[in-house]
Every structure is written in structure tokens, then in C-alpha cells.
């Protein structure tokens, strides 16, 4: 079995702005278990979505009795791979993310979408998903709910790094402008399967 997320937060900013955060959130005061980011590749579809990969690095301290499971030399850094399908016509952005490493121990899966709020146009709701599997005997049940209490803590951390951005990005210059509770899940999302090609051109909004 696998534990499964569901929830939504909304950000009082616009889509504009929040897309042009979400490049920009690291590092912040409430990231600092994030050590790397970095964009794998990138391209623009005929269609004009933005489709871009990148690869983050975060620390993973592991609860006592799990480090008795493994040795002392394992990594506790996870590698994380983030796609991410912009449309800025209908202004959304959809975000998969799963980690590349220790999935013996415990794979985290995420969707995001990011969405113009429905009753204020002005602000951006963000639907999130999420899995927590493991495949260690005996103990997955206990993995799994620890994963589970990580990532919602995780989420809080994330919403607060969104909100620290944003109100920093309002008292700059605008840098661009676009044109425009917990259950069961039998598996994991299904990524789109878009294939990785060389980037030859972003969204001239998105700043470096």
C-alpha cells in the first residue's frame, strides 16, 4: 500500500508573480535543507509550453532507527528530479517531482498545479498530491508514515519559502511580465513521459 496526500493552498499573488517565485524560491530562511539546484534542460513546445527538468539536492536526516538499518557511509543528501509543464496562455504550471535515490528506503512522489484561484483572480491555488512508498520488509508501514509526517512538514516550509519570495519580489523592479487528508493509493503518478531534448530557448520572463 502507499500512502497518499491530498491539499490545496492558495497564494494571495497572482499567477504572474507566483510563476516567476516558483524560479527564484531557493535559497530562502526556510529552505536550508535544500543544498543544490540545477536545470538539467529546458525547451519551448510548438505550443508555447515551457518544459523544463532541473535536479535538487536536500539533506535527508534519517529517524534513529532507520539509521540502524543502514551503514554509516550512506548519503544522507536525496537527489530529487523536478518537471515542470508551464502554459502561460491558460496559466498553469504542473510540477512532478520524485527522488532519485535511496528509493529502497522510501520514494516520495509529488504533483503540483498551479492555477489562478477561482473566486479572485489575484491569487493562485496550488492543488497538491503526493505518494509515500517503501519497499523495506517489516518496516514500511513505519516509512511510510514517516515519510508522510516529513512531507506535510516539508509543505508548511515550502508555502512560508513562497510567501518570504513573493514579498521580496514586490518591493523590486518587476524583472517580466507573462502574455497573456491523507489516505491509501494503490501506486504512484504516471510522469508524462516527455522526453528529455536539448534547450534552445526559455520564456524570455523567466529571470536567471
Known sequence: MVKYFLGQSVLRSSWDQVFAAFWQRYPNPYSKHVLTEDIVHREVTPDQKLLSRRLLTKTNRMPRWAERLFPANVAHSVYILEDSIVDPQNQTMTTFTWNINHARLMVVEERCVYCVNSD???????????????????????????????????????????????????????????LTDTGVSPRGPAWCGVPPVSWELCLACIVN
Open 120 to 178: 479572485n483572480s489575484g491569487w493562485t491555488e496550488i492543488r497538491r498530491e503526493a505518494w509515500v512508498s517503501s519497499s523495506l520488509f517489516g518496516v514500511s508501514r513505519a516509512v511510510q508514515e514517516f515519510g508522510l509526517a516529513r512531507f506535510k512538514s516539508n509543505v508548511t516550509k515550502t508555502m512560508k519559502g513562497f510567501e518570504y519570495i513573493l514579498a521580496k519580489l514586490q518591493v523590486l523592479p518587476p524583472t517580466f511580465s507573462l
